[in-house]
């Protein structure tokens, strides 16, 4: 008995300390980080900085796989089946994992349990924007507008339930205006029928919107957070111009498939937060819009329990629905 317990024991060591050489010494080949929405959105531009600082850190390819699709669920499921080892990781947003699963009565994945989350790794304040043909300067000015011509203008978003579909109902509800709803696969896709034209309005991430801003091929109306941000400091909050209490952000967050070994979960999560302490890295996310913020796993577990309870609020009490 004694000498089955004793082997019983120096299995288990050998188990504990194999797993933690194991996690210590990852990556030791390439890794994919999948972007569940076509390039050239937020969450694309945010997630390829992300890839290369960790393709440096790692000595190892981190290549960028876009899975678009069904407001992000395509590329998330395609995560949620995969080899639980951490060479398969999911860059999520607040859509593809608060939102997703008030929104949508069935999906392809239990969202309480196909994924270890890993670190936050930014938060998107979002921009309310219109095309430069539109005969308003401010959001004031922009409501006055739709008002007078009810059903007359039209809003593109990243996909139907995400962050800029609901505060653009969020910001319908609250100023009485009907503008129609257009969705598209992505806020690549969006974002070019606003440059285009086909659009009027749009609700995207500073992140990935700042360049066709600074290059006035878009309008600026206002800023969706509590404060303004610095890569568009010149642009006024909504709070703080013409709905008071108005606050509607996006975030990127990483994870892995359930299962996951803990070590390597921590060790990633470590890195990125190692990553995101550098001012080097923290000023390219901030000079595009975003907050770069790195999170335990623990966090960014509450962060999205939290973020979930929120939405489906919202949700149920705007009577919002999947087009």
């Known amino acids: 008995m004694l000498k089955n317990i004793r082997r019983m024991t120096s299995g288990l060591m050998a188990c504990f300390f194999a797993a933690a050489v194991s996690a210590q010494s990852f990556p030791t080949r390439p890794v994919t980080l999948v972007i569940p929405f076509p390039p050239g959105g937020g969450t694309d531009t945010g997630g390829r900085i992300l890839a290369e600082q960790l393709s440096k850190r790692w000595g190892q390819n981190v290549v960028v796989e876009n899975k678009g699709g069904a407001a992000g669920q395509i590329g998330a499921d395609w995560v ?28 392809p994945y239990d969202a309480d349990t196909a ?29 006055a507008l739709a008002k007078s011509k009810p059903g007359q203008f039209s809003y593109s978003s990243s996909g139907a339930g995400g962050a800029p579909h609901l505060a653009a109902e969020m910001f319908k509800d609250q100023t009485g205006t009907f503008i129609v709803h257009v969705p598209y696969r992505g806020g690549g896709p969006a974002i070019a029928d606003l440059l285009a034209g086909h659009v009027q309005l749009s609700f995207m991430t500073v992140l990935e919107a700042s360049g066709h801003i600074k290059a006035g091929k878009l309008r600026a109306l206002a800023i969706t957070g509590n404060k303004r941000v ?34 390597i979960v921590d060790k990633i999560s470590t890195d990125i937060r190692s990553i995101m302490s550098d001012e080097a890295v923290k000023s390219r996310y901030v000079n595009l819009g975003g907050l770069p913020y790195a999170t335990t796993p623990q966090e960014l577990t509450q962060m999205i329990a939290q973020d979930r309870q929120r939405y489906a609020k919202i949700i149920q009490s705007k009577k919002i629905s999947v087009e």
């Open 80 to 107: 949620a089946k995969a080899k639980p080892d951490g060479y398969t990781l999911l860059l999520g947003n607040i859509g593809t994992q608060a939102i997703n699963p008030s929104l949508y009565p069935k999906m």
């Open 230 to 263: 610095s890569a568009l400091p010149e642009v006024p909050t909504l709070n703080e111009q013409a709905l008071p209490g108005f606050n509607a952000i996006s975030w990127l967050g990483l994870l892995a498939p359930a299962g996951t070994p803990t070590g």
């Open 115 to 143: 994924f270890a989350p890993v670190s936050l790794v930014a938060e998107l304040p979002l921009a309310l924007m219109v095309h430069p043909s539109v005969a308003a300067k401010t959001a004031a000015e922009f409501i």
